[in-house]
C-alpha cells in the first residue's frame, strides 16, 4: 500500500553539463508539470580544458527550485522528496569548514589529465590500459575523477594545503549538491551514490566500497572521500536557508543510469541509448557484472536500497550533439541547431562520401584512444556543408554501432531494439539514419525528460511510492515512436 496522499509530488534536480534543470512529477506519470531550466557555463582557459564554477552550480539548483516552486505555487506544499541526477566523473574539491571551493569543476570531457594518464600508464605492467578493469571495471582514460583529482593534488597548491590540514572533501556533482543543500559547513550529508562512485576508478565494483590499491596508487586519502550509498534512500533533508526547506533527499543516479531506469530497462538484456552532448549506451547486465573485452565499461546501473546492485554495460561517446554545436559556433554552418540541422541535412540525399570523426578530445568506446584527434575526409569540390553536418550525423551513429557492435560480441546476444533518449532525439533524421546504419528497430522516448523521470522513479521507491512499479521487471510502456531500418540510396544497411 502506498503512504502517501494523492496529490504528492517529486521534484528532481537534474545537474547536466549544458544546463542545470528542476522540474516536478506526479507519481505514476511520465510528462513532468513544471520545470525551470538555467545555463551553465564552461570556461576553456587552455585547449582541452572544461571547467565550470561549482558555485554557479548550485545558485542554478536554487533559481531553478524558486522558479517551479513558484509557478507551483500552493501545489509546491506536496513536493514531499527530490532526487538528484547529475553529469558523471566531473571533479569538484572544496574546504569543509569555509564551504568553498579549492578549484573550479573539472568537467568530465577535460583532457588536461594526458599526463596524469601517461604517471599512472607507467606504473603499470605493459602500459596496459585495462590494468585495473577487474577491480573498477574502467579503462585508464582521462575521463575518469581519479586523474582529475590527482591533477588537482599536484597542481593546485590550495588543494595540496586542505589535504594536508584534512579539510579537503571530494564529490562529484551529485555530492556537491547533496552536501550544500544538507547544510554544508554546518552538518552537509557528504555521501554519493554507487552509480556516481562507479565512475570515479576509485570504487571497488564487486564490494562497492573504495579500493585501498587504487587509492594508494593514486595516493588519494581515504578522508576526501565521500560515503557511499546506495541510489534510492532518504540521505538527508533541505537544510534551512535553501528553497523547500526541510524536504527529504531520496535518489542519487549518475544521468546515464538515471535514463536507463527512466527507460524502464530494469530487465537483464534491455539496452538504451541517450544522446546529447556525448551520447552514451547503456546494456543492462543485471546481477552478473559482465567484463568487457571488446572495449567497454562495467558500471553500476543502479541499487535501490538495500536490494543487490544491478550492473550494465557502457558504451560512451565524448562527442555526439557537441558536433553540431562545433559546426554551428565554430564553422558557422548553422545559426539554431535545433531548427535548422535536420532540414539542412536533408537537403542532400547522402553525405557524397564525406565522413567525420568527431574526435575532438580523442576517442572513448570501444578505442579508448587518449591521442585521437578529428577528421573530416572525402571532401570533393562538390562538397557542401550539408554534407558536412549530414555526416556529424552519421559519426553519431556509427559511433553508435561500433558499442552495439562491441556490446553484441561482449554479451553474445545481440539487441533486437535501441530504445532512445536526450535531445537531440527530436532530429528524426537522425533517428531514421540509426535505425539504417545499425540494423535495427531505434525506439524513441516520447517524453523529453527520461533522465528526471528515472530520478524521480528512484526518489519516489525510497518513500514507498509504488506507482511506478519499479521493482517490476515488466518494461512499462514509455510512449514511443519507432525508425524502422530500410535500405538508404546509400545503400548504408548493416545486419550484425
Ligand atoms: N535537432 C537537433 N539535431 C541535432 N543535434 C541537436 C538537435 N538539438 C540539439 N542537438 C544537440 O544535442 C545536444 C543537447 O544537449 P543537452 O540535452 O542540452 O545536454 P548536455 O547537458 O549533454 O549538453 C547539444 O549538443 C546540441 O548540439
Ligand atoms: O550532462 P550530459 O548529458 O553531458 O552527461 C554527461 C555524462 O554523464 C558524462 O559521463
Not at 509557478?71 to 572544496?94: D, M, P
Not at 534491455?270 to 559482465?290: D, H, M
Not at 506507482?467 to 514509455?478: G, K, T
Amino acid at each position: 500500500m502506498e503512504k502517501v496522499h494523492k496529490d504528492t509530488l517529486i521534484g528532481v534536480i537534474d545537474a547536466g553539463t549544458r544546463t542545470v534543470k528542476f522540474c516536478v512529477f506526479r507519481p505514476g506519470h511520465t510528462k513532468e508539470i513544471a520545470e525551470h531550466t538555467v545555463d551553465i557555463v564552461t570556461h576553456t582557459p587552455q585547449e582541452g580544458w572544461s571547467e565550470q564554477d561549482p558555485k554557479e552550480i548550485l545558485s542554478a539548483v536554487r533559481k531553478c527550485i524558486e522558479n517551479v516552486v513558484q509557478q507551483l505555487g500552493l501545489e509546491a506544499i506536496n513536493i514531499i522528496t527530490l532526487g538528484i541526477t547529475n553529469q558523471r566523473e566531473t571533479t569538484i574539491l572544496w574546504d569543509k569548514t569555509t564551504g568553498e571551493p579549492l578549484y573550479n569543476a573539472i568537467v568530465w570531457n577535460d583532457i588536461r589529465t594526458d599526463s596524469t594518464v601517461d604517471i599512472i600508464l607507467a606504473k603499470v605492467p605493459d602500459n596496459n590500459t585495462n590494468y585495473f578493469k577487474n577491480i573498477c571495471g574502467l579503462p585508464i582514460s582521462p575521463y575518469f575523477s581519479a586523474f582529475k583529482i590527482k591533477w588537482l593534488m599536484h597542481f593546485a597548491p590550495q588543494v595540496k594545503k586542505a589535504i594536508k590540514a584534512e579539510t579537503c572533501l571530494f564529490g562529484t556533482v551529485d555530492t556537491w549538491i547533496l552536501w550544500n543543500l544538507t547544510g554544508g559547513a554546518k552538518g552537509g550529508k557528504h555521501y554519493t551514490d554507487v552509480t556516481n562512485a562507479s565512475r570515479t576508478f576509485l570504487m571497488n565494483i564487486e564490494l562497492l566500497t573504495w579500493d585501498p590499491l587504487l587509492l594508494h596508487t593514486f595516493k588519494i586519502p581515504a578522508n576526501i572521500l565521500p560515503e557511499i550509498k546506495s541510489s534510492s534512500e532518504i540521505y538527508g533533508r533541505v537544510a534551512r536557508g535553501f528553497p523547500l526547506e526541510n524536504v527529504r533527499i531520496s535518489s542519487i543516479l549518475g544521468n546515464q543510469q538515471a535514463s536507463l531506469v527512466g527507460q524502464r530497462c530494469l530487465k537483464e538484456g534491455q539496452a538504451k541509448n541517450t544522446y546529447r552532448s556525448g551520447c552514451f549506451l547503456l546494456y543492462n547486465t543485471g546481477i552478473s557484472k559482465v567484463q568487457s573485452t571488446h572495449g567497454l565499461v562495467t558500471t553500476v546501473a543502479y541499487k535501490f536500497g538495500s536490494k543487490p546492485a544491478v550492473y550494465a554495460l557502457e558504451g560512451s561517446v565524448a562527442v555526439a550533439g557537441a558536433a553540431m554545436k562545433w559546426l554551428r559556433d565554430n564553422m558557422g554552418f548553422m545559426g539554431d541547431i535545433q531548427k535548422e540541422t535536420e532540414s539542412l541535412a536533408q537537403e542532400v540525399f547522402n553525405t557524397g562520401d564525406v565522413y567525420f570523426v568527431p574526435a575532438f578530445k580523442g576517442l572513448y568506446a570501444p578505442y579508448w584512444r587518449k591521442d585521437a584527434r578529428g577528421i573530416i575526409c572525402g571532401l570533393t569540390a562538390f562538397s557542401t556543408k550539408q554534407h558536412i553536418i549530414r555526416a556529424a550525423l552519421e559519426a553519431v551513429c556509427f559511433q553508435t554501432r561500433d558499442i552495439l557492435e562491441a556490446m553484441n560480441k561482449d554479451c553474445g546476444i545481440p539487441l533486437t531494439k535501441l530504445h532512445v533518449d536526450g535531445k537531440m532525439t527530436v532530429n528524426s533524421l537522425l533517428m531514421q539514419l540509426q535505425a539504417d546504419i545499425s540494423g535495427m528497430p531505434v525506439v524513441r522516448a516520447q517524453s523529453q525528460d527520461i533522465t528526471a523521470l528515472g530520478t524521480a522513479m528512484a526518489a519516489g521507491a525510497a518513500e514507498g511510492i509504488k506507482a511506478w512499479e519499479i521493482y517490476s521487471e515488466e518494461r512499462e510502456l514509455v510512449p514511443s515512436d519507432t525508425f524502422l531500418p530500410t535500405s538508404t540510396e546509400s545503400g548504408k544497411l548493416f545486419i550484425f
